[in-house]
């Protein structure tokens, strides 16, 4: 006997459904404009992602860290927040793994080498995450505001560092981390995949145990859900906002361990940008559910990983659009759902 699926679930696996579909559609029409034949473009995408060892590694070196921000975001909107802030939390993330990967001494074992810069990322992240928790907390500071001021900040302050302590050479790299400190590549066929690709799936599984498993995971769904009821029953709602935001900053400081310590093995300005604001995308599009976040980032990396296969056909920017798109279009299509079944 099969279960059948709940209307709150049929409801979001339809709304990204309708948002994929419409997605692919608008793609479609702007391969049209560019005189590419859709069909031609969509399945030399999927024949080289697929069927390349390349492509199909760095669709998942891309999905690595878009997980990791995708369930960052969740988080925070099981809580009832948004955070918007998992740009410059991925910045502060990088530059404190590698500034501490490039500090041991150069015989650390991988041991403790490998913990140390995990601890200093996600510590990082957390520290700016919780910032955010607190002003919103204990001033009533909107954390969207406050994410976006705080991404300028963090990005400006990494750039006074780095001009001023860490860059090397006139460049905007700084020192190597030691070689304990490195994630083995998968090896496939030399693209940046790593070992990270571990630590977003456990990411994954943990996120899932404690959202739908703990009392914990109930309380911070509770006070996103309705807070008034949440503090009728002993609940801190402002305990719980400003340790979702930090936990939300962890898991966004986090991504440094695919960049830094899977990847380029140094601080380079500008590593990682971007991934933190695809990671909305990667949420909503997920339905802020874990699997669905990384069945979402894999369509996402797709789009990366696939435009640049075929950047010969069709300009990659068109692709990257598409990300933007589908958020657009599931943004589009839940309200359009959730007004369907009631009508």
């Known amino acids: 006997m099969f279960l059948r699926p709940s209307a709150n679930l049929r409801r979001e696996l339809a709304a990204a459904a309708i ?35 390349y492509w199909s590694g760095e669709l998942l070196y891309r999905a690595t860290a878009l997980v990791l921000c995708g369930l960052s975001v969740s988080l925070a909107l099981d809580a009832g927040l948004f955070n918007i802030g998992a740009e410059g939390q991925v910045t502060a993330g990088v530059f404190a793994c590698s500034l501490v990967g490039s500090a041991l001494p150069a015989d650390t074992p991988a041991i403790l080498a490998i913990p140390a810069c995990l601890l200093a990322a996600t510590a990082a992240g957390a520290a700016i995450g919780a910032l ?3 002003l919103r907390a204990t001033r009533g500071a909107h954390e969207v505001i406050t994410s976006i001021m705080l991404n300028y900040i963090v990005v ?36 940046s995949a790593n070992a990270a690709l571990a630590i977003a799936i456990v990411a994954v599984g943990a996120m899932w145990w404690l959202r739908a498993r703990t ?44 960049f830094v310590m899977g ?81």
């Open 215 to 258: 009392t914990w995971g109930r309380a911070w769904r509770a006070v996103g859900q309705e807070p008034a009821a949440a503090r009728s029953v002993g609940i801190s709602v402002k305990r719980v906002q400003i340790l979702v935001m930090a936990g939300s900053g962890a898991l966004a400081g986090l991504a440094a361990s695919n």
């Open 132 to 134: 955010i928790g607190v």
């Open 19 to 53: 948002a994929l579909l419409a997605s692919i559609a608008i793609g479609s029409l702007l391969m049209l404009v560019f005189g590419a034949s859709p069909g031609r473009v969509w399945w030399h995408m999927l024949e080289r992602v697929a069927g390349e060892r």
């Open 263 to 343: 990847h380029k093995h140094a601080f380079e300005f500008g590593l990682g940008s971007g991934v933190g604001l695809l990671g909305i995308s990667a949420a909503l599009l997920g339905r802020t559910h874990p699997l669905g976040i990384a069945i979402a980032s894999i369509v996402l990396s797709f789009l990366s990983a696939g435009g640049l296969a075929v950047a010969e056909e069709v300009p990659k920017e068109l692709t990257e659009m598409l990300q933007g798109v589908v958020l657009l279009a599931i943004a589009a299509a839940g309200p359009w759902v959730a007004r369907r079944e009631t009508a």
């Open 156 to 191: 400006g302050v990494t750039l006074w560092m780095g001009n001023s302590f860490v860059f090397r050479g006139g460049t905007t790299r700084g020192a190597e981390i030691v070689a304990g400190a490195t994630l083995p590549q998968l090896g496939f066929a030399g693209s």
